[in-house]
């Protein structure tokens, strides 16, 4: 499974951005999609999943501000960023989880969010 994410930029607090991933290769094998991302010094932690069925989680911090989506004709997950805070700055990664429990990572967007 290959990921491509694309996306991020450069954005001021209140502002909105839409990540968009796509996946190739052994697409039938992806159950979980979702995003990651990781602040300069901080862990990676999970932003937001959908599972091939629809189900959906979200990180707290990213409640009521974020939406996560995914078209599976088009092998794609996205994920729509709204109210944009500082703290949301980091590396957005693209993940994929198979059903064999294989993890599979996108090249990773920035996302910076400053006036």
């Known amino acids: 499974v290959q990921l491509q994410a694309s996306g991020g930029g450069l954005v001021q607090p209140g502002g909105s951005l839409r990540l968009s991933c796509a996946a190739s290769?052994?697409?039938?094998?992806?159950?979980?999609m979702g995003w990651y991302r990781q602040a300069p010094g901080k862990q990676r932690e999970l932003v937001a999943i959908?599972?091939?069925?629809?189900?959906?989680s979200y990180t707290d911090s990213v409640k009521g501000r974020f939406t996560i989506s995914r078209d599976n004709a088009k092998n794609a997950v996205y994920l729509q960023m709204n109210s944009l805070k500082p703290e949301d700055t980091a590396v957005y990664y693209c993940?994929?989880?198979?059903?064999?429990?294989?993890?599979?990572w996108g090249q990773g967007t920035q996302v910076t969010v400053s006036s």
């Open positions: 993940n994929a989880e198979t059903y064999q429990l294989v993890y599979y």
């Open positions: 959908i599972t091939g069925r629809g189900r959906i």
């Open positions: 290769g052994s697409i039938f094998s992806i159950n979980v």
